[in-house]
């Protein structure tokens, strides 16, 4: 009786978690790819697409940012879309999402986009 409803609730949320990786790349590939793709970012000091050792440091140092500022960040994630949304460094403001084909630069996209660099998804 439980494997049936496990199943269920399997398939159920199968295409909401699926929707999500393919909306972090599609938000990748439009936006953020010309600048974080793993032949690319160390020219542009950015973190590689991928290498999770780069992400790691960068999430560890996005936790500190938001303990720091605990009104403005209540997550780490907070901190890292607040970076990408005005730009930081080299980086745009919103990654290159404003300039892309892409008409979606929502918080949920570039969210989705940063999951998926950083293999979090």
Not at 21 to 44: F, I, M, R, S
Not at 63 to 82: C, G, H, I, R
Request: charged share 20%; glycine share 6%.
């Amino acid at each position: 009786m439980y494997r049936g409803w496990s199943l269920v609730l399997f398939m159920a949320m199968s295409p909401l978690v699926l929707a999500e990786n393919d909306l972090g790349q599609k938000t990748y590939e439009a936006a953020c790819q010309n600048c974080h793709a793993p032949n690319l970012a160390g020219g542009v000091k950015a973190p590689a697409a991928f290498d999770e050792k780069a992400w790691g440091t960068v999430f560890e140092r996005a936790a500190v940012k938001a303990k720091e500022n605990p009104s403005q960040f209540k997550t780490p994630m907070d901190y890292l879309l607040y970076n990408v949304k005005i730009g930081k460094g080299l980086m745009h403001h919103n990654g290159l999402c404003n300039e892309s084909v892409t008409t979606n630069c929502s918080d949920d996209a570039l969210t989705q986009a940063i999951l998926y660099m950083s293999k979090k998804h």
